[in-house]
């Protein structure tokens, strides 16, 4: 079942998201519901299992997969006595252990507080819960308020900040002058840090978490004597929470001015073609969807594929499918260049640089008329 297999999926990524954030993940539970409930997310029956499942096992979080509404959130953590997260917060919080700089620190700093501003009620709740409740009503209203002052405050204050900021990267992104400029698109994960360096020879941080890059990092790299500039950016992800892409958008300024993108996929991921959707309808919000682009698939000696007939290939075993196979499949037939790579054994690199090399020096003549 199509749709089944969709929800582990998304529960596999929550979990890794989870683990990234530093929590461990004891169980999961779904539910199908045509709409989330609107003041519980899930329905009664479901909450009251989590709760008295929380309970038992003396369970600290319950984390949901999507953003839920501050009156949600309000209501599921009063009935179930537990830390609720949910996606946009657990993302958020990934950010916030991730970011290096001060610039970093001040786009994920900005993003939190947009994403808690709407949601200050709940520490009034927890305020009259504490002091007893009856009578503390007006004094709490006016703590809030206090409190959304000083958060609206500091907001401003961080906007400036950043504006400012984004105002000396964007010149020292013209000061880069004519160089060809070309950005690593992708799903967080998919080995965008790891091409980075074997390109680059340099060593920008990889592992094996989601959003080992916030900062974006520009290297001069040069194929067949043709230098151009190279950037890694933040990895992209299935419902990226809108605070987040407001405020990186210096970062996400890279890709908005890159010349040609290199959208890099991690074929060996089961649900590599919803990635590609994700990172494209992202590129669609930034208004970075017609640039010129190089699909490359990443990961080829890690394919878990097994081929049970012609048409079906579902995950599962290790026997691997011949690059032969997948480049018959529709991948190859997009209307970008496509190449099949693994940025760990360097297979197919010569054939994948002299695809960047090509759509590299096409940019390149078209500025340069005369020198070449
Ligand atoms: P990013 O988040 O897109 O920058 O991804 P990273 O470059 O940090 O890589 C994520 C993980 O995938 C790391 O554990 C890498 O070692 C691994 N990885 C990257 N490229 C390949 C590859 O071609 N094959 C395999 N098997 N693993 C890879």
């Not at 009620?121 to 703590?143: S, V």
């Not at 194929?223 to 933040?234: E, H």
């Not at 073609?273 to 682009?293: F, G, T, W, Y």
Request: proline share 3%; glycine share 4%; net charge neutral.
């Amino acid at each position: 079942n199509q749709s089944e297999d969709k929800l582990i999926e998304y529960m596999d990524e929550l979990e890794f998201l989870a683990f990234t954030a530093g929590a461990t993940v004891e169980k999961r539970f779904t539910q199908r519901l045509t709409q989330p409930d609107s003041k519980t997310f899930v329905g009664k029956g479901k909450m009251e299992e989590i709760r008295d499942y929380a309970k038992e096992h003396k369970i600290g979080t319950v984390i949901f997969d999507d953003e839920l509404s501050p009156s949600q959130l309000k209501n599921l953590e009063r009935e179930m006595e537990v830390k609720i997260l949910d996606r946009t917060n657990l993302i958020l919080d990934i950010f916030a252990q991730r970011a290096q700089t001060s610039y970093a620190r001040t786009q994920v700093e900005l993003a939190q507080y947009q994403y808690l501003l709407p949601r200050l009620t709940r520490m009034w709740t927890h305020l009259e819960r504490q002091k007893g409740g009856i009578g503390m009503r007006g004094p709490g209203e006016t703590e809030i308020e206090t409190d959304r002052r000083i958060i609206r405050d500091r907001i401003t204050l961080l906007k400036e900040k950043l504006k400012i900021i984004d105002k000396q990267m964007g010149t020292q992104r013209q000061n880069r002058g004519k160089t060809v400029r070309t950005a690593l698109v992708g799903y967080t994960n998919v080995g965008k840090s790891t091409l980075m360096n074997a390109l680059s020879k340099s060593d920008v941080f990889a592992e094996n978490k989601l959003f080992a890059t916030l900062d974006t990092t520009v290297r001069k790299v040069v194929i067949g004597n043709l230098p151009f500039l190279l950037t890694d950016t933040v990895g992209f992800i299935r419902k990226l929470p809108t605070q987040l892409v407001e405020s990186f958008k210096s970062t996400l300024d890279e890709v908005r001015e890159a010349d040609l993108l290199i959208h890099v996929v991690d074929i060996s991921h089961e649900s590599f073609e919803d990635h590609i959707n994700s990172v494209n309808e992202i590129l669609q919000e930034i208004d970075a969807h017609r640039k010129p682009m190089i699909m490359v698939f990443n990961k080829i000696d890690d394919f878990t594929y097994e081929k049970k007939d012609e048409d079906d290939l579902t995950p599962g075993s290790n026997k691997n499918i011949s690059l032969e196979e997948w480049q018959k499949t529709w991948m190859a037939k997009s209307k970008f260049p496509t190449v099949f790579i693994s940025a760990l054994t360097k297979e197919n690199f010569p054939e994948m640089k002299k695809m960047i090399y090509d759509e590299v020096h096409r940019i390149h003549i078209s500025r340069f008329p005369y020198n070449d």
